[in-house]
């Protein structure tokens, strides 16, 4: 069975929640009784019996409302959810700080209303997340709707707080780099993706389908590509050590 996209981002926010609160069971509660029980609940991973326990009245310490909103997301993510119950779960979850449901509100409206569904990308990213897929796929829409800079903007944000190396992300930052006039990143760029795996074949193939870069063999930044992009050859791409 397909793991629910909105259930395993819960599942994921949950792991790193409990890791950067550095708490074990109930230690990050404190004398905090309401806080304990939501911590044991969720170590049983009995998130919605969290749910139903909720005041909306009541304060919460600090502690008990990241598990309140942690709980909200793992419900969010339960099978049989419709998209509007989901999109009600996830909007509970921000209200008691776990912002990472800017995500699932990003899935659930990504395919019939895009504007809506980058909205709520824009106001994740706002939070300073320490992931990079939000920021990846806002580089991404920018570069479709051919904002450059703002794409280029988004995508290095992205490999700022990326937890690995990306062919993928080198390569759009390449592109977005280049077309912003950036030549000198836009270079290293493709050094960068071409080192982990992208080839002389897909560098031919982007100039060739697209005019945008039509010039880029006549760019002095480029010349170690200029035998490749005029065609005269397809020999090895010596990259800078």
């Not at 996209?5 to 929640?17: D, E, R, Y």
């Not at 592109?175 to 031919?204: E, N, P």
Request: proline share 2%; aromatic share 10%; charged share 20%.
């Amino acid at each position: 069975m397909k793991m629910h996209i909105i259930a395993g981002l819960a599942a994921f926010v949950l792991i790193i929640a409990g890791a950067s609160l550095g708490y074990s069971g109930t230690n990050a509660c404190g004398n905090d009784a309401v806080c304990k029980e939501f911590a044991a609940l969720s170590e049983a991973g009995q998130y919605g019996k969290i749910v139903e326990k909720v005041n909306p009245n009541r304060s919460y310490s600090a502690a008990a409302r990241d598990l309140i909103g942690q709980a909200y997301l793992m419900v969010a993510g339960r099978e049989g959810n419709t998209p509007a119950q989901e999109e009600q779960f996830c909007l509970k979850a921000l209200e008691y700080g776990a912002s990472s449901a800017y995500m699932g509100l990003y899935f659930i409206h990504a395919g019939n209303d895009v504007a809506k569904a980058l909205g709520y990308l824009k106001q994740y990213v706002g939070t300073k997340p320490q992931d990079s897929v939000p920021y990846v796929l806002l580089g991404e829409a920018a570069y479709e709707q051919r904002n450059y800079a703002d794409a280029k903007a988004y995508l290095q944000e992205a490999k700022k707080v990326a937890r690995g190396k990306s062919a993928n992300l080198d390569w759009l930052l390449f592109q977005t780099s280049y077309l912003t006039g950036d030549y000198t990143l836009a270079s290293t760029m493709l050094d960068s993706s071409f080192a982990q795996g992208k080839t002389v074949g897909d560098l031919k193939a982007l100039v060739s389908a697209d005019t945008r870069f039509a010039e880029m063999g006549k760019k002095s930044e480029f010349r170690k590509f200029m035998n490749i992009l005029n065609g005269t050859t397809t020999a090895k791409i010596y990259l800078r050590s």
